[in-house]
């Protein structure tokens, strides 16, 4: 029988998290952020952790893949997945029902669409600290765990050397592909509707701190580059702190980005629909007709 899972997505700005912990408190629900961001501490304005939405009138819902992790580590839609399988399996195990909540399409993907994910990345900080070594040394780390070498080209070159670590690594470790089943629930507002809350609520976050934000990032070890990669808030205000942005070049290049982001995000759910991914669109306020729509999923 297919484990059933509730997800609630849509574009930024929307107001995706409030509109989730609404329900997920109704339907005796956690919560598990579907977020390439969010995943780190130390950047709660710029990625729109909203923490304080998970506090209801009744107490606390529990959320997951949040704040696990410092910035400088490595995280990638892999390690999403089988962190995702964990969480799920622990959310049902407690009887409860899993809400898998946010606006990362390929993170959302891959657990809808079941992606098979491969589960070595030869550009990770393992493949560049095993690069440091000696070959010597790399033979005898692949040797410990693969002791029977079938392709001995695998211990000449020092290239096949890592590879062959990293996936000897990995053997075993295949993540479990739990048969689910999800309802769909995307929230939707008027193209320019969504136009003014990203401005207005990019305001809001600059009032907030969030250049200050990003100044501590940089004052606890997070590289320009880092920042960069990071994209979007933590890209432009660290230009802006790197003095290669003007404060009104930085916000007028971070609103537009911000805007073709939410462009982005909707051509990602366009194209899940025509892979055939149901999704039921409403507005942040109609959390009757998505409540109609849970109860029946789960009472079914």
């Known amino acids: 029988m297919s484990e059933k899972l509730i997800t609630i997505l849509g574009p930024t700005a929307v107001g995706k998290t409030k509109f989730a912990v609404d329900l997920a408190e109704k339907f005796n629900g956690e919560i598990i ?34 704040d696990i992790l410092e910035p400088w ?64 040394e790399l033979r005898k780390i692949l040797l410990i765990l693969k002791p029977e070498q079938h392709n001995v080209t695998d211990l000449i070159r020092k290239e096949r050397l890592i590879k062959a670590i990293l996936v000897a690594e990995q053997s075993g470790q295949k993540m479990p592909q739990p048969d ?29 701190g969030m250049i200050d934000e990003v100044r501590n990032l940089l004052k ?6 880092k920042l960069k990669f990071f994209g979007l808030e933590y890209k432009f205000i660290g230009m802006y702190l790197n003095k290669e942005l003007n404060y009104n070049d930085m916000y007028q290049q971070l609103n537009s980005a911000i805007h073709q982001f939410a462009k982005r ?32 999923f789960i009472n079914g």
């Open 33 to 66: 952020s579907a977020d390439s961001r969010q995943v780190y501490k130390h950047m709660n304005i710029g990625t729109g952790k909203d923490l304080k939405d998970y506090h209801t009138t009744i107490g606390i819902v529990n959320y997951h893949l949040i």
């Open 220 to 225: 606890i070890g997070v590289t320009f580059e």
């Open 180 to 208: 689910l089943v999800s309802l769909n629930i995307g929230i939707l507002q008027s193209r320019d509707l969504i136009k003014k809350n990203i401005t207005t609520r990019l305001k809001i976050r600059l009032d907030e």
């Open 73 to 136: 580590e490595e995280f990638d839609l892999y390690k999403f997945r089988k962190e995702f399988v964990k969480v799920f399996n622990d959310i049902q195990s407690k009887g409860k029902n899993p809400f898998l909540v946010g606006g990362s399409g390929m993170y959302i993907s891959s657990v809808i669409q079941n992606y098979n994910i491969p589960p070595v990345d030869f550009n990770s900080t393992r493949y560049k600290e095993l690069y440091e070594l000696e070959e010597s």
């Open 265 to 296: 995000q909707m051509t990602w759910f366009r194209k899940m629909e025509k892979e055939g991914v149901t999704i039921y669109w409403v507005s942040p306020g109609d959390k009757s007709y998505a409540s109609e729509l849970i109860s029946k």
